[in-house]
């Protein structure tokens, strides 16, 4: 971790070193080693915080981020809370995170996935199968996977699994095409029907050529026998 030495040096979001230099009602303001010092409002504490004094003393070594950077007026303001490196509008389903098991309860663990709040796997997405406990598959600490399967970001609820997504299944229907499939002895009495049919086209032509030639060699005979009782 970098330390800043000027208030240039400031980023939303940096991690720094911190002395609790004077406690206040509404807050502490701390050094951060830039020559100005920090405000810790009584709201930044992570937790709820009637007196100051009881949350902080003078000369206590703190981690803070930085959360808000007035350089016209050199005001900074800090806070004890991570902020969020995941934004709600990248928290979407079906999206993967890897994050640390913050808390396990008898329904489930509950996931830091870097967002403003954690995420819930409940204890029958903890693993394919049956879980009797949720303890039995994770511990507070471990690093895990997620798959963001539900999210409602107006109550600020994030539901996630530890499982693999289900492979697509595969129905009958996807194959079938538009026309119905021909079975083997189908093909095989289209075939010969097709094939008796051009033998019977082939004897058909072959009978009318016989009967034309057979009717010409007729009217030759009848047209001799006209012209012999004629000259006869």
Same mark, same amino acid.
Do not use: C
């Given at each position: 971790?970098?330390?800043?030495?000027?208030?240039?040096?400031?980023?939303?979001?940096?991690?720094?070193?911190?002395? *609790?230099?004077?406690?206040?009602? #509404? &807050? %502490?303001? =701390? !050094? /951060? +080693?830039?020559?100005?010092?920090?405000?810790? @409002?009584? $709201?930044?504490?992570?937790?709820?915080?009637?007196?100051?004094?009881?949350?902080?003393?003078?000369?206590?070594?703190?981690?803070?981020?930085?959360?808000?950077?007035?350089?016209?007026?050199?005001?900074?303001?800090?806070?004890?809370?991570?902020?969020?490196?995941?934004?709600?509008?990248?928290?979407?389903?079906?999206?993967?995170?890897?994050?640390? *098991?913050?808390?396990?309860?008898? #329904? &489930? %663990?509950? =996931? !830091? /996935? +870097?967002?403003?709040?954690?995420?819930?796997? @409940?204890? $029958?997405?903890?693993?394919?199968?049956?879980?009797?406990?949720?303890?039995?598959?994770?511990?507070?600490?471990?690093?895990?996977?997620?798959?963001?399967?539900?999210?409602?970001?107006?109550?600020?609820?994030?539901?996630?699994?530890?499982?693999?997504?289900?492979?697509?299944?595969?129905?009958?229907?996807?194959?079938?095409?538009?026309?119905?499939?021909?079975?083997?002895?189908?093909?095989?009495?289209?075939?010969?029907?097709?094939?008796?049919?051009?033998?019977?086209?082939?004897?058909?032509?072959?009978?009318?050529?016989?009967?034309?030639?057979?009717?010409?060699?007729?009217?030759?005979?009848?047209?001799?026998?006209?012209?012999?009782?004629?000259?006869?």
């Amino acid at each position: 971790m970098t330390q800043p030495t000027t208030l240039s040096d400031l980023k939303v979001g940096m991690q720094l070193n911190a002395t *609790v230099k004077a406690i206040e009602l #509404y &807050g %502490a303001f =701390v !050094d /951060i +080693g830039i020559g100005n010092d920090a405000l810790l @409002h009584i $709201s930044q504490f992570g937790k709820p915080v009637k007196n100051v004094e009881d949350a902080a003393k003078v000369g206590d070594k703190l981690t803070v981020y930085v959360i808000k950077v007035d350089a016209e007026n050199k005001r900074i303001a800090v806070s004890l809370v991570k902020p969020a490196t995941v934004t709600w509008e990248d928290v979407n389903e079906g999206v993967m995170f890897t994050g640390q *098991v913050i808390r396990v309860e008898s #329904y &489930g %663990a509950f =996931v !830091d /996935i +870097g967002a403003e709040r954690p995420g819930m796997v @409940h204890i $029958s997405e903890l693993a394919d199968g049956f879980v009797r406990n949720a303890s039995d598959v994770v511990k507070v600490g471990d690093s895990v996977t997620a798959r963001v399967l539900k999210v409602n970001k107006k109550k600020k609820q994030i539901d996630l699994s530890l499982k693999a997504p289900e492979e697509p299944r595969v129905r009958v229907a996807d194959f079938e095409d538009d026309e119905p499939m021909q079975t083997a002895f189908a093909m095989a009495f289209q075939k010969a029907t097709t094939t008796k049919g051009d033998a019977s086209a082939k004897n058909a032509a072959k009978h009318a050529q016989r009967a034309k030639r057979q009717q010409r060699e007729d009217n030759e005979e009848i047209f001799e026998r006209t012209l012999k009782n004629h000259r006869g």
